[in-house]
């Protein structure tokens, strides 16, 4: 996925458990890419008690970037961002996080 100059793996991502050369670590999740021609590509991987809820928030990462990105040029002239220029400038800035701009 390529958004302004920014490359990102492939979406959708999924959450799967971590394979690891000496098998499988319940505790990892990993997030990955698909698809690929030559199958799934590791994005990140997380571990700890909170690990497959930020998986799948991590894996949600790119359709809510994309989502927001949409909203931020629908209603930019709207009167909801005139109303309301701080939920705007926070969608805003979050885009910019998700790009490295900030």
Do not use: C
Not at 12 to 33: D, F, N, T
Not at 74 to 88: G, H, K, V, Y
């Amino acid at each position: 996925m390529k958004i302004g100059r920014v490359v990102f793996a492939p979406a959708p991502w999924s959450v799967q458990p971590l394979a690891r050369k000496r098998g499988i670590a319940p505790a990892e999740v990993g997030i990955y890419s698909e698809p690929a021609p030559e199958g799934l590509k590791l994005v990140a991987s997380t571990w700890g008690p909170q690990a497959k809820v930020n998986a799948h928030l991590i894996a949600a990462a790119p359709d809510l970037l994309a989502a927001l990105k949409r909203l931020v040029d629908i209603f930019d002239d709207d009167l909801i961002a005139i109303e309301n220029p701080s939920s705007m400038d926070a969608a805003r800035a979050a885009i910019g996080k998700a790009e490295g701009r900030l």
